[in-house]
């Protein structure tokens, strides 16, 4: 059970470091032909929202590590 919590876990950081990365480069992948239908680059889902979601994952997968 231990190593499913853990795999929860990492995947929920995993995801926060992918989305804080996708908001980092959101105007580079605006101007790339392929990365510009990433949903944060074209608008689909909102800067802030982006930046909350990845708080909470991050948060919810290593909060008892902080």
Known sequence: MKVFFVFITFSFVASAVYIFNDVRD????????????????????????????????LCIGGGEHF
Do not use: C, M, T, W
């Not at 392929?34 to 680059?41: E, G, Q, S, T």
């Open 26 to 57: 959101v105007e580079q992948d605006r101007l790339h032909p392929k990365k510009k239908n990433r949903p944060i680059a074209s608008g689909e889902i909102k800067y802030r929202d982006a930046i909350i979601f990845a708080v909470l994952l």
